[in-house]
């Protein structure tokens, strides 16, 4: 079902012309001072110029220094929309440099744009979950996203928010569930994201698999991976048109044949085929995850069985460009060998 774009257009009577122009006439202290107006006018204004300035790194350090970051935070929770819209455009633009991201992460921006998971606007609530995923890359801010209680509500809204924004929720969520996965699972995330590997969006898609890589990680993540049957779907998803989806569903299946469970199930689905299938297809990028899952079922005796027929297949990988395939084919081979 098509999607409405989030617009960013701003009203008609904020002219970012004139404030483009003006900004270059303006010492920062005095664009700071601007955001503190009680004229609102003079506060959208003041935003629109800082969201050209911050594109460049030295102008966002010195913003940084002059306390910027804390009349931003206070302008979040703004009556206006338009306030609140350039407010998180500025946030979200800072957060794209090193500089910008350590700044954000000293600030506590995280906790403070927390309040605008639910605001009205799609914009604010696209730039919020911009500046989140790009937090969420360090381990500091993976760190500050899961201290801020944010996992349970950002699962709830993948069920309900935009295509563009769920990729955001997805991206953070790779991130911060490589930490910790408790309060995910808790929240419910494995059957939200099983849903999500049916999406029509290849992102929305490929992303889903990898959050559930990121998941099944973990030993707690592996026993949900299982009990909610997400063995098959990822399976299924193999044959992906997509290689990126082909190569996300790959890991997060090689994790999950970890358990003797997932072993079992990936057997009783016929696992073997697509996955050799991808082993056999030289430029597929999934090829290394697929050989570890194959090895993973070798370790059963009708897995051991039926991979003999196959030996040629890892035989050919061990000449393979990339090391990595050359010794994972070798363990494969190994294992495929073996004979109690």
């Not at 906790?111 to 381990?139: E, K, Y």
Request: hydrophobic share 45%.
């Amino acid at each position: 079902m098509a999607q409405p774009r989030i617009s960013a257009y701003l009203p008609p009577d904020i002219d970012p012309t004139k404030a483009a122009l003006a900004f270059g006439r303006r010492a920062l202290p005095k664009l700071n001072e601007e955001l503190q107006s009680p004229e609102l006018l003079t506060q959208q204004r003041a935003l629109v110029a800082l969201c050209d300035l911050v594109h460049d790194p030295e102008q966002v350090y010195q913003a940084i220094a002059l306390g910027f970051l804390d009349s931003l935070k206070a302008l979040l929770v703004h009556e206006d929309q338009t306030v609140r819209q350039k407010t998180t455009e500025v946030l979200s633009v800072m957060a794209l440099h090193s500089i910008g991201r350590e700044g954000l992460l000293r600030s506590g921006v995280i906790s403070a744009l927390a309040g605008l998971l639910d605001d009205p606007a799609d914009v604010c609530r696209r730039n919020t979950h911009q500046v989140f995923d790009l937090l969420a890359r360090l381990p500091e801010g993976a760190a500050g996203v899961l201290q801020a209680g944010l996992i349970p509500p950002l699962v709830l809204k993948l069920e309900a928010e935009l295509d563009e924004i769920q990729e955001l929720i997805l991206g953070t969520l790779s991130n911060c569930l490589r930490v910790e996965v408790s309060e995910a699972l808790a929240a419910g995330a494995v059957p939200v994201l099983k849903e999500k590997l049916s999406h029509p969006s290849t992102a929305i898609r490929s992303k889903a698999a990898w959050v559930l890589l990121e998941i099944s990680s973990h030993a707690e993540g592996k026993i949900a991976v299982f009990e909610e049957e997400v063995i098959p779907v990822l399976l299924s998803l193999l044959e992906d048109t997509q290689p990126e989806v082909r190569v996300n569903s790959t890991g997060a299946l090689m994790f999950a044949l970890v358990t003797p469970q997932g072993r079992s199930t990936a057997m009783g689905a016929e696992a073997i085929p697509p996955l050799l299938a991808l082993v056999a297809e030289e430029t597929s990028k999934a090829r290394l995850n697929a050989i570890k899952a194959l090895t993973l079922l070798a370790e059963l005796p009708e897995g051991r069985q039926a991979l003999l027929e196959h030996r040629d297949t890892f035989q050919r990988c061990l000449e393979d460009p990339s090391e990595a395939v050359q010794r994972a084919a070798e363990i494969a081979i190994t294992a495929i060998d073996w004979k109690p």
